[in-house]
Every structure is written in structure tokens, then in C-alpha cells.
């Protein structure tokens, strides 16, 4: 089936290449500090590759299947010997996403692209629709009805809740319910789903974007890939990736 992206606002691209000295096997004595850092390998990570990452002293945080890639805090002093290793293609910072500025009046918006002319015969009934944000209110009035379900990825739970405003806000304009309540979104009647990747500040980070896009893909974990709209609000926040050893050019 085709997948369909809706993207909102600016996706900052960065290269990344990583600065570090000569390549160190690891020991009992590395230094204790931990930084997060996403690991690419050849292929499809298993049991083998985790074991590698955890011989290193890290702690896996998630083991991808849409990308060769394992999310986990490891030992700045171990990366140079991650990165020696021969089925190891990279070892990134774990990098900042934040939340964008929304608009202020989303009747404003949804007029603008001209929702309502087509409101008479379409309403996007039953079109799911990831929002990948701070969570969502989902006892809004003007949302409840559409909510059906998500994953909080920065509490490592199932509520999603947002406790930011933005993810909220960003729902609204998408699938605000046509109820005579306060507003009415592009898709009133489309089914949301709310994947919370940034926290009460707007701030997230990309293992958990990677993660939730995969959630995405396979919300039962059974294989099943349905099709879903992707409203993507977020872009990349810089600070903190020189903390762990990388350029930014």
C-alpha cells in the first residue's frame, strides 16, 4: 500500500563525521561517562551485534528492524573500538530533535489549504494518522472522538499525554472533529494516533523519532504493515553533539 507523508516545517539536514583518536579495545578501566549514540552496521542487527555493543559497555536502547542500526548509551572512551569493529559502518550522536513554532490559529491554516471546500464528500474518514510530537490531549473535546491509541517513547510507556501543548495543538490542525466545538481540522474524522517523542520541552531525540517511525510501520508488532499518514512537526537541535567527540560540517 502507499504510505503517504504530510511533512510540516523545516527538516535540518546535518553531516556528521566523527573525531576521535586512535581505535582502543575496551577495558575495565574505561571512563564511566556514558553518551547516546546510534551504531549502524552491515546488516539488520541481532543477537550478535548486541552482544558486541554490550562487551563495549553499553546499554542497548533499541534494536532496529527498518534500519541496520542499535540506539544505546555507551562509554565515550569505548566509540573508537565500536567504530574498529569490522561490521560496524558508523557510530553517530544520538542527536536533539525539537519541537517547531506552531501557528497560532489553526482555522487560519486550515482554510488557507482549502479543507473545507471538499469537507461536502471527504473528511479523511478512517485515514490514520501518526502525530509524532510532545503526545496529545486525548480527552480534548475536539479530539477524543478520532484518538486511538499511540506510545509515549520518552516515558517508555503507554500514555501518551502531552504535556507540552504542541503535539495537541498540531493534532487540532489535522483531525479536530467537525462537532461544533471550538475548531475543525483538515481530516476531522481521520483516526489519530499520538507518538510522544519530545518531552515537556519540545525536545526529543532521534533513537526515539527511528523508534516511533518503526512503531509506525508495525503498530501490533505482528508484521502487519498498515498504511498511515505521517504528520511530521519536529526539526534537529545541534547542542550536545560535540559533547561526544563529532564535527558538525
Known sequence: MTRKVLACGMLVVLTVVLAFGATTAPTASMAAEKVRVLIGF????GPAEQVLVRRFGGEIRYTYKIVPTIAATVPDAAIPG??????VTHVHSDGRVWALDAELDNSWGVKRVGAGIVHGYNKGTGVKVVIMDTGLDYTHPDLDANYKGGYDFVNSDTDPMDD????THVAGIVAAEDNEVGVVGVAPEAHLYALKVLDATGVGYWSDVIA???WSMDPNGDGDRSELEF??????????IPEVGVTIS
Not at 552491515?42 to 542487527?45: D, L, S, V
Not at 565500536?82 to 561490521?87: D, F, I, K, Q, V
Not at 504528520?231 to 550536545?240: D, K, L
Request: glycine content about 12%; charged content about 30%.
Open 82 to 87: 565500536l567504530r574498529a569493529s569490522s561490521n
Open 231 to 240: 504528520y511530521w512537526s519536529r526539526r534537529q537541535e545541534t547542542r550536545g
Open 42 to 45: 552491515k546488516k539488520i542487527p
Open 212 to 214: 516511533a517511525l518503526e
Open 164 to 167: 507540552n501543548g504542541h503535539g
